[in-house]
């Protein structure tokens, strides 16, 4: 049965959140309902992308309405690391700040860097205050379905006999579930078989695992318990336990893994703490270890929250720890800069021209939030914007140019002139003045191809160029390619200049 709604307060935070910005027509009223209408599990972890349709609003409305329902304590936001190899949601965070920048999953052992790309998921959480959920509250989990639906983020996918949840994965290597009341002791009895065993509980996650070899026994015996320091063993003939897997490198680290025989075995596991335990026991067959990473269905990463403009406005003290960056693998960046701006002040005194260079700013901002981008900062007359992908990029350059041309059509004289460039790549986001910036070479070869290119040009790196739907884009502008060897950079860049031929 579930919970009762707090109407009155969900309405009253609607109301605030209605005020905030223009919204489409009924994107309050779609949101107020599946917030009313959805069972415990969909609005627990919610991916803002896998609600897209049940919305019936845009990737960017649906995005903005759970990052002010967040912000409006309707739900609570939080940065999950997701391991790459097995989809178990290592740690969650409820900021930005918090997060390590290298982790290691207890379950498979995989030890993965932080990177916002693709394994650091954004979700929301319906707050208990407007309705309790299940999640909220481990003790009312029953179920070995909702404990894995607790621990696995949703959508996630091994590439394996087709497409296989990650929950139905783990399902299978499941060879035993229970729960262990306060001081309870049980027998379970298994038969082995090569190649581990892993012993799991869930409530401080620590594991005891065998190595189980080919040899068959007729009987064995292990006594486990479950006190303070987690799961343990009597025995002392472990050893340590690492694995490298080369195609990607993966790291695994078991640390320390005791040796047992095929066949059956009796498994006596006691529960000395005054807590009821969840034991979860896997066999993994050798196979597991040739299979590849999930794949996850789209979903809110970091990447794209950092280069998310409402999520920057909204929460600007959402930044890391001073001195701490995470990388990021590949993210776009567009600099423009105002060419001859100098001169304009010169010619016009600096009330005008601040107040002309103030109007390039607003354009600006509308053609990159317009195209899913978020403006980093401005320095002087130029500006820093960032980009999940080139071709938003490129198009938010293109619709800068449309919109100064506009802009200068409605200006006597004085003629504003501007000229771009666009790399993506890695880069580390980093906390600066108080606010998300990133650092790094990628970031600074999209400034310094900004400088090479002249007025109403934009300059893109040939990573820009080869990525998919950027040159559909561009086929209409004159497009020249150069190699130039940049300040600070080893090898000789390709690059492409892009003019587009405005009609005049
Ligand atoms: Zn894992």
Same mark, same amino acid.
């Given at each position: 049965?579930?919970?009762?709604?707090?109407?009155?307060?969900?309405?009253?935070?609607?109301?605030?959140?209605?005020?905030?910005?223009?919204?489409?027509?009924?994107?309050?009223?779609?949101?107020?309902?599946?917030?009313?209408?959805? /069972?415990?599990?969909?609005?627990?972890?919610?991916?803002?992308?896998?609600?897209?349709?049940?919305?019936?609003?845009?990737?960017?409305?649906?995005?903005?309405?759970?990052?002010?329902?967040?912000? *409006?304590?309707?739900?609570?936001?939080?940065?999950?690391?997701?391991?790459?190899?097995?989809?178990?949601?290592?740690?969650?965070?409820?900021?930005?700040?918090?997060?390590?920048?290298?982790?290691?999953?207890?379950?498979?052992?995989?030890?993965?860097?932080? /990177?916002?790309?693709?394994?650091?998921?954004?979700?929301?959480?319906?707050?208990?205050?407007?309705?309790?959920?299940?999640?909220?509250?481990?003790?009312?989990?029953?179920?070995? *379905?909702?404990?894995?639906?607790?621990?696995?983020?949703?959508?996630?996918?091994?590439?394996?006999?087709?497409?296989?949840?990650?929950?139905?994965?783990?399902?299978?290597?499941?060879?035993?579930?229970?729960?262990?009341?306060?001081?309870?002791?049980?027998?379970?009895?298994?038969?082995?078989?090569?190649?581990?065993?892993?012993?799991?509980?869930?409530?401080?996650?620590?594991?005891?695992?065998?190595?189980?070899?080919?040899?068959?026994?007729?009987?064995?015996?292990?006594?486990?318990?479950?006190?303070?320091?987690?799961?343990?063993?009597?025995?002392?003939?472990?050893?340590?336990?690492?694995?490298?897997?080369?195609?990607?490198?993966?790291?695994?680290?078991?640390?320390?893994?005791?040796?047992?025989?095929?066949?059956?075995?009796?498994?006596?596991?006691?529960?000395?703490?005054?807590?009821?335990?969840?034991?979860?026991?896997?066999?993994?067959?050798?196979?597991?270890?040739?299979?590849?990473?999930?794949?996850?269905?789209?979903?809110?990463?970091?990447?794209?929250?950092?280069?998310?403009?409402?999520?920057? /406005?909204?929460?600007?003290?959402?930044?890391?720890?001073?001195?701490?960056?995470?990388?990021?693998?590949?993210?776009?960046?567009?600099?423009?800069?105002?060419?001859?701006?100098?001169?304009?002040?010169?010619?016009?005194?600096?009330?005008?021209?601040?107040?002309?260079?103030?109007?390039?700013?607003?354009?600006?901002?509308?053609?990159?939030?317009?195209?899913?981008?978020?403006?980093?900062?401005?320095?002087?007359?130029?500006?820093?914007?960032?980009?999940?992908?080139?071709?938003?990029?490129?198009?938010?350059?293109?619709?800068?140019?449309?919109?100064?041309?506009?802009?200068?059509? /409605?200006?006597?004289?004085?003629?504003?002139?501007?000229?771009?460039?666009?790399?993506?790549?890695?880069?580390?986001?980093?906390?600066?003045?108080?606010?998300?910036?990133?650092?790094?070479?990628?970031?600074?070869?999209?400034?310094?191809?900004?400088?090479?290119?002249?007025?109403?040009?934009?300059?893109?790196?040939?990573?820009?160029?080869?990525?998919?739907?950027?040159?559909?884009?561009?086929?209409?502008?004159?497009?020249?390619?150069?190699?130039?060897?940049?300040?600070?950079?080893?090898?000789?860049?390709?690059?492409?200049?892009?003019?587009?031929?405005?009609?005049?």
């Amino acid at each position: 049965m579930q919970a009762s709604l707090n109407t009155a307060l969900l309405d009253q935070k609607l109301g605030k959140i209605q005020k905030q910005k223009d919204w489409s027509k009924n994107a309050i009223s779609h949101f107020r309902n599946f917030i009313c209408q959805s /069972e415990d599990r969909s609005l627990f972890q919610i991916n803002p992308y896998a609600v897209i349709d049940v919305l019936k609003l845009s990737e960017r409305e649906t995005v903005d309405l759970f990052l002010y329902g967040a912000k *409006e304590g309707i739900f609570q936001m939080d940065w999950n690391l997701v391991c790459p190899c097995c989809s178990l949601t290592v740690e969650s965070f409820k900021k930005l700040k918090q997060l390590h920048s290298h982790y290691s999953c207890p379950t498979c052992f995989r030890q993965t860097s932080t /990177e916002l790309d693709d394994y650091v998921h954004i979700t929301f959480t319906l707050s208990a205050k407007i309705r309790s959920l299940i999640f909220h509250n481990l003790d009312q989990l029953k179920k070995k *379905e909702e404990w894995i639906e607790y621990y696995y983020m949703a959508g996630s996918w091994v590439p394996v006999d087709g497409n296989m949840s990650s929950k139905e994965f783990n399902d299978q290597l499941t060879q035993h579930f229970s729960f262990f009341n306060p001081g309870e002791k049980k027998r379970i009895e298994l038969e082995l078989y090569p190649i581990a065993l892993l012993i799991l509980e869930l409530l401080q996650m620590s594991s005891v695992i065998y190595t189980i070899s080919e040899e068959v026994v007729s009987s064995q015996t292990e006594v486990i318990q479950f006190s303070k320091t987690g799961l343990s063993n009597q025995r002392t003939d472990c050893f340590p336990a690492k694995m490298t897997l080369h195609d990607p490198p993966q790291e695994y680290d078991f640390g320390n893994v005791y040796p047992l025989s095929s066949g059956k075995i009796l498994l006596e596991i006691e529960n000395l703490s005054d807590q009821r335990l969840p034991i979860w026991i896997q066999h993994v067959p050798e196979e597991v270890t040739d299979f590849p990473d999930v794949q996850f269905d789209a979903c809110l990463t970091g990447k794209k929250l950092c280069a998310n403009q409402t999520f920057r /406005e909204i929460f600007p003290s959402q930044v890391f720890q001073l001195g701490k960056g995470i990388r990021v693998q590949d993210q776009t960046f567009l600099f423009t800069d105002l060419k001859s701006s100098t001169a304009l002040y010169d010619q016009i005194g600096d009330l005008n021209a601040f107040a002309l260079v103030s109007q390039h700013f607003e354009s600006l901002y509308e053609a990159i939030t317009e195209n899913q981008g978020a403006l980093v900062k401005t320095i002087g007359d130029a500006v820093m914007a960032v980009f999940t992908n080139p071709v938003d990029a490129t198009n938010a350059a293109l619709a800068i140019l449309e919109r100064l041309k506009q802009l200068n059509q /409605e200006l006597s004289e004085q003629q504003l002139v501007i000229k771009m460039g666009i790399h993506n790549g890695g880069a580390i986001v980093v906390n600066m003045n108080d606010r998300i910036d990133f650092f790094g070479q990628t970031v600074n070869i999209a400034a310094r191809i900004q400088d090479l290119a002249d007025a109403e040009e934009i300059y893109i790196t040939d990573s820009v160029y080869a990525y998919p739907g950027v040159q559909e884009i561009v086929h209409r502008c004159q497009i020249t390619s150069e190699k130039r060897v940049l300040k600070g950079v080893q090898e000789e860049i390709l690059l492409y200049k892009i003019c587009p031929k405005l009609p005049h």
